[in-house]
Structure formats: structure tokens, C-alpha cells
């Protein structure tokens, strides 16, 4: 028998990933009064595929932390296999899960998502001291589907006029990019408060399009953007990216904000001037957005 004891912090994918990457028998998700809502989350996005066990723990306390870890854990037998995954969760949970991972012996990983990759790092406990045992770079493991619904609910897209000019550069975004990305999807419903107009993955990265023609809603853009990036939707790992028609240079307010909010803007004034995207401007878009998910071209 598996078991992977995972410590549930506010973002949801360092948890899902390497339930969906070890594929344990069964996981203890050990959450605080905090993080009950990631625990659901969790639990809802990992249903059918991994029996999940909540365990309630103080957020602070470590020696408050520690008999109830014991406690838990005590229901599986001895020769049970355990992983501790201490990515998740506050630094004193973190503490505490590490110094029971050290009394069983058990390895411990650590995923770490900076630099747009999903690495593992492994760590094996031997005489008593910890030793690092493996760096790897996780596979693709998620589908884009499985990663928006892990964070919000996905409503059916609203109808739209298919003959305006936003339509068509939105269509030919969808094009240049469905060919480089692993999954594109068109017209992201969240929750039926944000609509965006794409959402792409390439591995286990996930990012989020806006597409917008002419300069007038380039900050209502921006907004949506960092609105549909909050906690309480698609969280900080979902990189965010505004493709538009225009020259930013007369636009260095708005640049400066969507820098701000770590957006990436994408710049393709051929397609003002002339109805189609350039060929360098196609690259342009490819590398920009690859880059942004982690991804050479």
C-alpha cells in the first residue's frame, strides 16, 4: 500500500500533480482552518481516482501538529509505503511533516514550480540525516480540462458574433498557437463572472489568453486578466498573456500595469494594418507564449 501524505497550502496544483504523477493507493491531506477550501478542491478534482483522507491540523503550532500527524497516520500498517509531499501548506506544517517523514524513515519530495517547470526534487533520510536522492523534471500529467476544473467551475461560453473584426483575430490567434501548444481551448467561462478568450497548456504549465483588437478595452483586458489570476480562481501558477493589434510604445501606462500583474504582452500590429497576422509576427506570438509556459521553441 502507497500512501501520499500531502500538506494542502492555498494553490491546489502541487498537491494534484503528484497525486496524478505517484499515483498513490490512498493520500492524507493534511490541511489547517485556512486551507479547508484547497482540501475540497482537491478531493472534488482527484475523485475516482485516489481515496483521500482529510486530517485537520493546527496551521502554527508544531507541537500541536505532531501527535495529530501520528495519529493519523497510525491507521495504516507498518509496512506501509509513505511519501511525504511538504510543498504544500505553512512552514510550520512543513516542519512538522519532515520530522515524522524523519521517525518513519519515509522519503520526502518537494515540488518546485519556479521556472515554469514542474520539478521534483527527492529526499531519502539515511543514519538519521536527510540526503538528496533525485532532481527530475515532471511529464505532462494534467489535461487543460482537468486543470481548470481543479480551480473553478467552467460554465458553457456565451454566444458571440462571428462576423466582428475581434472574432477573426481571436481565430487567427487560435490558429498560429494550435499548432505549438499541447491544448488550446476557446472561450473560458469561470464561474459565469470571467470570460476569457483562451486558455493554453504546454506539460503541466497552463496560461490564459486575451485577445483584443484596437486600443479601447486593453485595460479591461488587463483586469480580467489579474481578476481571473486571483487565489480564488485559477491562482498564481496560470500564466497570463494579452495578445493585441497595437504598437504598445504610445501605451507605456498600460504596459507598465501589465507588468505589474505579470502579464505578458504580446504585440501584432500587422494584423491591424493588414488583416493577417506577418510571418515574423507569427513567430513572435509561438515564442512569446511558449516561453511563457516554459517551453522552448
Same mark, same amino acid.
Given at each position: 500500500?502507497?500512501?501520499?501524505?500531502?500538506?494542502?497550502?492555498?494553490?491546489?496544483?502541487?498537491?494534484?500533480?503528484?497525486?496524478?504523477?505517484?499515483?498513490?493507493?490512498?493520500?492524507?491531506?493534511?490541511?489547517?482552518?485556512?486551507?479547508?477550501?484547497?482540501?475540497?478542491?482537491?478531493?472534488?478534482?482527484?475523485?475516482?481516482?485516489?481515496?483521500?483522507?482529510?486530517?485537520?491540523?493546527?496551521?502554527?503550532?508544531?507541537?500541536?501538529?505532531?501527535?495529530?500527524?501520528?495519529?493519523?497516520?497510525?491507521?495504516?500498517?507498518?509496512?506501509?509505503?509513505?511519501?511525504?509531499?511538504?510543498?504544500?501548506?505553512?512552514?510550520? +506544517?512543513? !516542519?512538522?511533516?519532515?520530522?515524522? @517523514? %524523519?521517525?518513519?524513515?519515509?522519503?520526502?519530495? $518537494?515540488? /518546485?514550480?519556479?521556472?515554469?517547470?514542474?520539478?521534483?526534487?527527492?529526499?531519502?533520510?539515511?543514519?538519521?540525516?536527510?540526503?538528496?536522492?533525485?532532481?527530475?523534471?515532471?511529464?505532462?500529467?494534467?489535461?487543460?480540462?482537468?486543470?481548470?476544473?481543479?480551480?473553478?467551475?467552467?460554465?458553457?461560453?456565451?454566444?458571440?458574433?462571428?462576423?466582428?473584426?475581434?472574432?477573426?483575430?481571436?481565430?487567427?490567434?487560435?490558429?498560429?498557437?494550435?499548432?505549438?501548444?499541447?491544448?488550446?481551448?476557446?472561450?473560458?467561462?469561470?464561474?459565469?463572472?470571467?470570460?476569457?478568450?483562451?486558455?493554453?497548456?504546454?506539460?503541466?504549465?497552463?496560461?490564459?489568453?486575451?485577445?483584443?483588437?484596437?486600443?479601447?478595452?486593453?485595460? +479591461?483586458? !488587463?483586469?480580467?486578466?489579474?481578476? @481571473? %489570476?486571483?487565489?480564488?480562481?485559477?491562482?498564481? $501558477?496560470? /500564466?497570463?498573456?494579452?495578445?493585441?493589434?497595437?504598437?504598445?510604445?504610445?501605451?507605456?501606462?498600460?504596459?507598465?500595469?501589465?507588468?505589474?500583474?505579470?502579464?505578458?504582452?504580446?504585440?501584432?500590429?500587422?494584423?491591424?494594418?493588414?488583416?493577417?497576422?506577418?510571418?515574423?509576427?507569427?513567430?513572435?506570438?509561438?515564442?512569446?507564449?511558449?516561453?511563457?509556459?516554459?517551453?522552448?521553441?
Amino acid at each position: 500500500m502507497k500512501t501520499l501524505v500531502s500538506l494542502i497550502g492555498e494553490q491546489i496544483i502541487p498537491n494534484l500533480l503528484p497525486l496524478k504523477y505517484f499515483k498513490p493507493d490512498e493520500s492524507l491531506a493534511v490541511f489547517s482552518n485556512f486551507t479547508r477550501k484547497g482540501y475540497e478542491r482537491l478531493e472534488k478534482a482527484a475523485h475516482g481516482q485516489v481515496i483521500i483522507t482529510p486530517c485537520e491540523v493546527d496551521a502554527y503550532n508544531i507541537d500541536a501538529i505532531l501527535p495529530v500527524l501520528h495519529h493519523a497516520l497510525g491507521k495504516w500498517d507498518i509496512s506501509n509505503e509513505f511519501l511525504f509531499n511538504i510543498t504544500g501548506g505553512t512552514k510550520p +506544517m512543513s !516542519i512538522a511533516a519532515y520530522l515524522v @517523514a %524523519g521517525q518513519l524513515n519515509a522519503p520526502v519530495i $518537494y515540488i /518546485q514550480s519556479e521556472g515554469k517547470r514542474s520539478r521534483i526534487l527527492r529526499y531519502e533520510f539515511r543514519a538519521g540525516k536527510s540526503v538528496m536522492t533525485g532532481d527530475e523534471i515532471m511529464p505532462a500529467v494534467i489535461t487543460l480540462d482537468e486543470y481548470l476544473r481543479a480551480h473553478v467551475e467552467v460554465h458553457p461560453p456565451r454566444q458571440r458574433a462571428q462576423n466582428d473584426e475581434g472574432y477573426s483575430f481571436e481565430g487567427a490567434v487560435f490558429d498560429v498557437l494550435s499548432d505549438s501548444v499541447d491544448e488550446i481551448k476557446v472561450g473560458i467561462n469561470i464561474q459565469g463572472v470571467v470570460e476569457l478568450d483562451l486558455a493554453v497548456r504546454c506539460d503541466n504549465q497552463v496560461g490564459i489568453v486575451e485577445v483584443k483588437t484596437g486600443s479601447n478595452k486593453l485595460k +479591461m483586458a !488587463i483586469d480580467q486578466l489579474n481578476t @481571473a %489570476g486571483e487565489q480564488r480562481y485559477l491562482g498564481t $501558477y496560470t /500564466q497570463k498573456f494579452l495578445v493585441s493589434d497595437q504598437d504598445w510604445s504610445a501605451y507605456s501606462d498600460l504596459m507598465e500595469l501589465a507588468k505589474a500583474h505579470r502579464i505578458t504582452v504580446i504585440e501584432l500590429p500587422s494584423y491591424a494594418r493588414e488583416g493577417v497576422i506577418g510571418n515574423a509576427e507569427k513567430e513572435k506570438l509561438k515564442t512569446l507564449t511558449l516561453n511563457g509556459l516554459g517551453k522552448a521553441i
